[in-house]
Nanobody
Framework: QVQLVESGGGLVQPGESLRLSCTASGSIDVIYAMGWYRQAPGKQRELVARITRSGNTNYADSVKGRFTISRDNAKNTENTVYLQMNSLKPEDTAVYYC?????????????????WGQGTQVTVSS
């Protein structure tokens, strides 16, 4: 069983900060790229930021310079990815989803599967 558990969402005012966390754990052999996506009401889910196992990152243009993604690879089979969000804007309001590419222990072929967290609400409003 593989789990991606997110935390850190909430209600903040414009200009404030939030830090999201997501831990991937369970029956895992190795975790590759991890990332954050978001979905606002009536809109498609979009990439916010992504980080490879070696630490290479990419960001959506709308969050560059404001958001920072990082990860803790201390345990090979339990990684945590963070999203530090500064200078939040009302347009950042969305449900934020954690995502990971990983090989579950049950995969005899070592195929990489993509997993999603349950989502955490971020609301930016005055």
């Amino acid at each position: 069983q593989v789990q991606l558990v997110e935390s850190g969402g909430g209600l903040v005012q414009p200009g404030e900060s939030l830090r999201l966390s997501c831990t991937a754990s369970g029956s895992i052999d190795v975790i590759y790229a991890m990332g954050w996506y978001r979905q606002a009401p009536g809109k498609q889910r979009e990439l916010v930021a992504r980080i490879t196992r070696s630490g290479n990152t990419n960001y959506a243009d709308s969050v560059k310079g404001r958001f920072t993604i990082s990860r803790d690879n201390a345990k090979n089979t339990e990684n945590t990815v963070y999203l530090q969000m500064n200078s939040l804007k009302p347009e950042d309001t969305a449900v934020y989803y954690c995502n990971a590419d990983l090989v579950p222990s049950t995969s005899a072929t070592r195929r990489v599967y993509n997993y999603w967290g349950q989502g955490t609400q971020v609301t930016v409003s005055s």
